[in-house]
């Protein structure tokens, strides 16, 4: 039996709803090549993998006994898939027509990129602008969490994090796409492994596209194939507190692990001091809100 063009690997916790819709989305839209589609379940308590056994008996499903967060599950389903190409998505999201054809087509044709990601868009049809980014180095950081970004969004020195300043319908290259959609080349695994399984959620796409680019391949943008992504559904509002401090560990860590020897000591110092404080103060806001959730609102 030939092996798949494409494997789609999706982490689910507590999602049922916007899983189906999701792979139902897949099946209305699937690419030309073949594909494989591989869930991973961390323990849910829903009606999840009675619903993936009774309507989707093709997907392949990895049962946890426990939340073992994203990246780890995520590493699960990616080690078990066959694919030319390796895509992690999201059980929140939906595949518009074309999108999944238009990312294989775009990686075919340009075998120096490793990984690319779509235009992903919130439910309004807005963009998600952390679809592309630059690298998290400590000024795109500030000027991110202070909101500098939004004061000035076409501006390149304050909009460095999500790339503001780039026309949202055109192709290019990024330092890094979101794991809600992110497409991988068979290749990059074999050659830089696969993802850090430090970070228990958050910023592990960030980090795995900071280290392709050190490896050599480029990163792009391909705002011609769009996925719609709800965002924070399923696991960050099973366990909205460990989802807000995991959050802001990741960027701690994403840190520490890849910029921080360019410093000097007390600026480190410094930055986790602010992450620290960040952490404090999006602890106590949500303690106040109704609905809880990790990061900025979409």
Known sequence: MPLPDLSICI???QACDYLRNCLRSIDENSPVATYEIIVVDNASTDDTLNMLRTEFPTVQVIANQQNRGYTAPMNQALRQ?????????????????GALKTLLDFMDAHVQVGICGPKVLNSDGSLQKSCRRGDSRP????TYFLGLSKLFPRSKFFGGYHLNHLPEDEINPVD???????????????????????????QEDADYCFHARQAGWQVFYVPTARVTHFGGRGGTRVQPYRSIY????????????NFAKDYFVLFN??????????????????????????????
């Open 11 to 13: 982490v689910t916790q």
């Open 246 to 257: 995991e959050w802001h560990r990741s960027y701690w860590l994403y840190y520490h692990k």
């Open 139 to 142: 000024w795109a950081v500030f």
């Open 269 to 298: 110092w410094m930055y986790d001091g602010v992450i620290g404080l960040k952490l404090l103060s999006a602890l106590v806001i949500n303690a106040l809100r109704k609905e809880k959730f990790a990061g900025p609102r979409r």
């Open 176 to 202: 890094g796409v979101a794991g809600s959609c992110m497409l991988i080349r068979r290749e990059v695994v074999n050659q830089i492994g696969f993802l850090d399984e430090r970070y228990f959620a958050y």
């Open 81 to 97: 898939a066959s694919g030319r190409y390796l895509m992690q998505l999201n059980p929140d999201t939906l595949i518009h027509a």
